[in-house]
């Protein structure tokens, strides 16, 4: 699943979420502004923070447009076989229908960032074409300031499952 410029100034914090009330209210754009991520020299606890504004802005908020715009590069290279193959547009495209549905549950277990590869481990109710939920690992790789690719792994719950303590 997967995908966001900040302010040229190495020590601005990340930008703060822009729905913070979790609604699907548009974001304006500017048309000056670049729109996706143009890369700049961050320290790793900055790109630390930058990893958790945009885990916040693209699974919380659910605002997979402006998480791109701020986080992702625009020649963002995407590995998982049921997406666009690469460029932001396209997952954009591809993600927003899913992550704009309030319907579809999505919930952040876990996350975690070093070496400037970041993780999210989360819970996802009631998408297609899966009956039960569904867990998913997604792994982000950086490039300086902005997410340049993406792994996941998904498993469903089976109906079976013996272990109470099954992916969740």
Known sequence: MALLALATATTAAPPT??????????VPTNTSAP??????????AE????FAAFVQEFYVVRNVANAFKLYVVADYIQHNPYEPP????????YLTPIFSN???????????????????????????PYPR???IADIFEFTDS?????????QELPADATNPLALF
């Open 86 to 93: 690469n460029g932001a547009a396209g997952s954009v495209e």
């Open 17 to 26: 979420p822009s729905n913070p009330n979790n609604t699907t209210a548009p």
């Open 146 to 154: 902005c997410v340049k690719e993406h792994w996941d792994v998904t």
């Open 133 to 135: 939920p569904v867990a």
């Open 47 to 50: 790109q630390s923070e930058i």
């Open 102 to 128: 309030l319907s579809i549950g999505v919930e952040v277990l876990h996350q975690g960032f070093g070496g400037g590869i970041g993780w999210v481990h989360s819970r996802i109710d009631n998408i297609y």
């Open 35 to 44: 729109t996706s991520c143009v890369p700049r020299a961050v320290t790793p």
